[in-house]
């Protein structure tokens, strides 16, 4: 009988997934394994939920969004029992391996069943905020400011049209990455990151600027970017399983809104796209990522590579210590603020005459 390789996919969905899915059952297929899915991320697990993968199956994924395997922010080591029950159903399935597919989160956890229960696992790493740090990209994330930059172009004529400052809210949780993209991508005139706090002065004084020249502004603001300190406490304080804040509740696209039009006295709208950036068919560039990723995770279980995690660094995939990916999160980094100056600050702008 062939090994048994269990795939599961945690955390918020993000297009990709489905390709990584098939690039691992194909893979392992090819080297003699056949797999299984374990549906809703690790709450699967618990439950003792699996379905049937194979090459039929998948054939078709390499272009679907969302994860056939269904997800859930479920943390098996929030009740102890669970994570027994995680042990007792990985037996029960005869799994020879666990292919985990996820952000920190769920790399963390599976980092934690490697070490503290030698659980034969691999990583592959997803997720629309490239907050990972052993990877150089993560899938989801190009479709995501695809998507995101499409919408502020969008903006774009509506605000021209109407002679409006318009601000675009994006995802990326506590990494100002996928707005920083939009923004750069789009020729937005000011983003708002959560890396860099947002100078008032230095905001509003840029926007005065370039809308006085075409009675238009585009701001890009990542839905944790920082305006107000004192604000913060009446922003969201529900926390999920692992301990994150909700960011859904906090609105800083409106509140950044309301604050432009008061300084400004400019009519102002904000829009926020939220969930709609993860979804749809993955680019090109994330269908190729995560085929490749997939495609690593059962070549490191063949190889019994376990507690290690499949990595894009600069054009090769590699296999990386899952505790690498688990650790720290990528921020946006010292180095892209002098691209922000480039292109954001209101140095360098004359108001015309
Ligand atoms: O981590 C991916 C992400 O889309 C973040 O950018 C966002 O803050 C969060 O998930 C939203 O989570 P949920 O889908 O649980 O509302």
Not at 86 to 106: H, I, P, Q, S
Not at 175 to 197: M, N, Q, R
Request: proline share 3%; glycine share 12%; net charge negative.
């Amino acid at each position: 009988m062939a090994k048994r390789i269990g795939i599961l996919t945690g955390g918020g969905d993000c297009p990709g997934l489905n390709p990584a899915i098939r690039g691992c059952v194909y893979a392992a297929g090819k080297l003699g394994y056949e797999c299984v899915g374990i549906l809703d991320g690790w709450k699967g697990l618990i439950e003792g939920m699996i379905t049937a993968l194979d090459r039929e199956i998948t054939e078709y994924f390499v272009m679907k969004g969302g994860t056939h395997l269904g997800t859930s922010r479920t943390n098996p080591y929030k009740k102890e029992e669970n994570v027994k029950k995680c042990l007792d159903n990985f037996k029960k399935f005869e799994l020879y391996a666990l292919v985990t597919m996820g952000g920190e989160d769920t790399l963390g956890v599976a980092a934690r069943f490697h070490k503290e229960h030698n659980l034969p696992v691999v990583g592959v790493p997803k997720t629309m905020d490239n907050d990972l740090s052993a990877t150089d990209y993560t899938f989801g994330f190009d479709t995501s400011v695809t998507v995101a930059v499409d919408a502020a172009e969008r903006l774009i004529d509506t605000g021209r049209s109407h002679h409006r400052v318009m601000v675009l809210e994006v995802m990326g949780r506590h990494a100002g990455w996928v707005a920083l993209f939009t923004a750069l991508a789009s020729g937005a005139d000011y983003v708002c990151i959560p890396e860099k706090k947002i100078s008032p002065a230095e905001m509003i004084d840029k926007i005065k600027k370039v809308y006085e020249r075409k009675k238009f502004a585009l701001v890009v603001a990542s839905e944790s970017a920082g305006l107000h300190p004192e604000h913060e406490e009446e922003f969201g304080k529900e926390m999920d399983q692992f301990g994150h804040v909700i960011l859904k509740e906090r609105g800083i696209g409106e509140k950044l809104a309301g604050f432009i039009e008061k300084e400004t006295g400019i009519e102002t709208r904000a829009a926020v796209i939220g969930h709609i950036q993860r979804g749809g068919e993955p680019t090109l560039f994330d269908r190729i990522l995560s085929t490749r990723v997939g495609v690593k995770a059962a070549e490191l279980v063949h190889e019994g590579k376990f507690g290690m995690m499949a990595a894009l660094i600069g054009n090769e995939i590699k296999g990386v210590p899952l505790d690498k990916a688990a650790g720290e999160l990528k921020t946006v980094s010292k180095e892209w603020f002098d691209l922000m100056e480039i292109f954001f600050s209101s140095g360098g702008i004359t108001m015309p005459q």
